[in-house]
């Protein structure tokens, strides 16, 4: 008897997903490596001429914990993330999206929907600098973590401690928290993906290793040193501190940062203009390093001022130079009149000296690692206190400038690139987004994540009526939305008539709507064949568990979804048809041929919708089976 699939309802197996990245990049080429389906790794080390060296140190960064984490990213999550539409802005509309929870687990439910689809990943993780939260390391049990820290399940919840420096493994807890993250993370990009990273001194050099590891030393782009527009740390006795760290990584090599755009110090040069527009002039000489006729022969030759005089590079300390390029370039930029001749005075005689025209239009410049021209902090805090009518609600906010001025660099950008913020904060990064759309006409997209940290009683924030981060984050978005002027009031809430995508998609994180075993050895059987009988939480409602379906077929969560009848039963539409989703508790043959009439691309429908009959799960699979010969397509049919 055919039986339906079951669909899997954990996350992405990160180790089973490298597993077969492993096997498609070499079995071409060392197919004696493969036994039994598996990874002979001493095999492959052999073939590579490589034996086994008894010594175990090598060089690398290493920390209490470190195999730990390993098991961590490998841990599959049986979590979810719950639709809010209270919370959200222009839910069916807007192309955003907000997660409130747990960013490690969060992570991990990403893996199969937005595996290599990220752009850009920008964030600002605590500095460990001994007083700010830092997330827990039982790290085995992080979803219940969550779920008690949240009150989500029984216990008075648990308070995340701060990070001492007073404590043995200072270091090691920082280390343990973000190698796992920014290892998913890494999955996340696309294959020319950037990702930033906030730091200051404290783990700067930490990061920098950690982040070698996971990206890879050849995908280091740089350290941006950032003005934070103050100093600190004077009173230490050494030098203070005017600056933080950025990062900069890319996820793999032969990728160039585009340039930013020119000052209006850089424009005051572009004081000549033609036909072709405004432009400015270098001198033709070579100047600087490598400037000699022997570092360049070829590029050592006569052209013909407009007197006809013969021009020679030379320098004027009077040694032999070279021009900037060759003759048939020269030929070329005099035929398409880029060359400038302009009288000048040399060893104290007016001589003819040819220049180079460079155009202003289209131009920018290469991005320096040392920004200083950017708003500072103070500006980013009082920006924020303005947006919140004068109210402090959050401490030491990045300026939408900088993470502006990262999406700048992006390489290879394209108008509806997503960008990730995992330690989200106040959401400047939101915010950036929103107004570098509005500037240049983009379409780029946000995933923000940010946990529910608690804010104090005494604080602003908690006396403006937020209980957590979570919540001025998502109060920041809406703000900033406004700030732009009214949306369009029609079918399109969270759309300015312009086009431009202001609102945002809200979800938390929970534990599954399914009851899934999670491999305790120890657990009551009567409870666990209970389970498998009834399998659905009570309390899960058809849009929460459509949403989970969705993420774990790996469906964005953007993936536009309508309600449909069929057969006098609602069913979910998703993208158009291509994926069917029947949350009724009642299946009959009449739904399943009202189903197959559509000819999905997949059918997922809930198992106990079947009352335990086989047989009609059979004539369901050879249903699909028959309408997919006959329209000589393919229907997957799953059940959950």
Not at 427 to 435: I, K, N, Y
Request: a negative charge.
């Amino acid at each position: 008897m055919s039986v339906p699939e079951k669909m899997e309802l954990a996350s992405l197996s990160v180790a089973d997903s490298k597993h077969e990245e492993i096997k498609r990049a070499i079995k071409d080429v060392f197919p004696e490596v493969f036994s039994e389906g598996y990874i002979d790794f001493e095999q492959l080390k052999r073939s590579l001429g490589e034996w086994i060296d008894p010594v175990k140190e090598r060089f690398g960064l290493n920390w209490a914990g470190k195999a730990d984490c390993m098991k961590v990213i490998q841990q599959p999550s049986l979590a979810t993330l719950l639709p809010k539409r209270e919370d959200s802005v222009g839910f069916d509309q807007s192309d955003n999206i907000f997660i409130e929870g747990d960013n490690l687990e969060v992570l991990k439910l990403l893996q199969k929907s937005y595996y290599g689809k990220i752009k850009m990943i920008y964030i600002d993780p605590p500095y460990n600098t001994g007083n700010e939260f830092i997330y827990p390391d039982k790290y085995s049990e992080t979803l219940q973590t969550y779920l008690s820290y949240t009150n989500q399940i029984d216990g008075e919840g648990r308070a995340f401690s701060t990070n001492a420096d007073t404590s043995g493994r200072y270091h090691s807890r920082w280390l343990n928290m973000m190698y796992p993250r920014l290892y998913l993370a890494r999955n996340l990009l696309q294959e020319d993906g950037i990702v930033f990273v906030s730091i200051d001194n404290h783990e700067v050099s930490n990061l920098r290793s950690l982040c070698d590891e996971i990206f890879g030393e050849d995908n280091f782009l740089g350290n941006i040193a950032r003005s934070t527009g103050q100093t600190t740390g004077q009173d230490s006795g050494g030098l203070g501190s005017s600056f933080d760290f950025v990062l900069v990584y890319t996820k793999s090599d032969n990728v160039s940062l585009e340039g930013i755009p020119l000052s209006q110090k850089d424009m005051s040069r572009f004081d000549g203009e033609d036909e072709r527009g405004k432009f400015a002039i270098d001198q033709m000489r070579k100047t600087g390093s490598a400037d000699r006729r022997e570092d360049r022969p070829k590029m050592f030759y006569p052209v013909y001022a407009p007197d006809g005089t013969e021009v020679l590079p030379m320098a004027p300390a009077g040694y032999e130079g070279r021009w900037r390029f060759g003759k048939d370039t020269y030929q070329k930029f005099k035929d398409d009149n880029f060359i400038l001749w302009k009288k000048t005075v040399r060893s104290g005689e007016e001589v003819w000296w040819p220049y180079v025209k460079y155009y202003l239009e289209g131009r920018t410049k290469r991005p320096s690692p040392l920004w200083t021209d950017l708003d500072g902090n103070k500006k980013a805090a009082r920006d924020l206190r303005d947006l919140f009518d004068g109210s402090k609600v959050f401490d030491f906010p990045k300026p939408t400038a900088l993470i502006k001025r990262m999406i700048q660099i992006i390489p290879n950008p394209s108008e509806d690139d997503i960008i990730l913020d995992f330690f989200a904060g106040s959401c400047a990064t939101a915010q950036a987004v929103f107004e570098m759309n509005e500037e240049d006409g983009g379409n780029r997209k946000f995933i923000m994540v940010q946990l529910p940290e608690p804010t104090l009683e005494d604080s602003e924030a908690f006396k403006a009526g937020f209980k957590n981060i979570a919540e001025i984050g998502r109060e920041r978005i809406r703000r900033a939305a406004k700030s732009f002027g009214e949306a369009d009031s029609g079918d399109s809430p969270a759309l300015l008539a312009t086009g431009i995508d202001l609102g945002f998609k809200a979800f938390s994180l929970a534990e599954s709507n399914f009851s899934v075993w999670d491999g305790d050895q120890n657990a009551d059987v009567d409870s666990q064949i209970e389970m498998h009988i009834h399998h659905i939480q009570e309390s899960a409602k058809p849009e929460e568990i459509l949403y989970e379906i969705l993420l774990k077929g790996g469906f964005p969560l953007t993936t536009k979804v309508s309600l449909i009848e069929v057969a006098n039963k609602n069913v979910f539409s998703v993208a158009d048809g291509a994926m069917l989703i029947c949350l009724e508790k009642d299946i009959d043959q009449n739904l399943i041929d009202g189903l197959a009439e559509i000819n999905p691309l997949q059918v997922i429908c809930l198992d106990e919708g079947f009352k335990g009959n086989d047989q009609l799960k059979a004539n369901a699979v050879q249903t699909f089976k028959a309408r997919a010969q006959a329209e000589e397509s393919e229907i997957v049919f799953r059940t959950v």
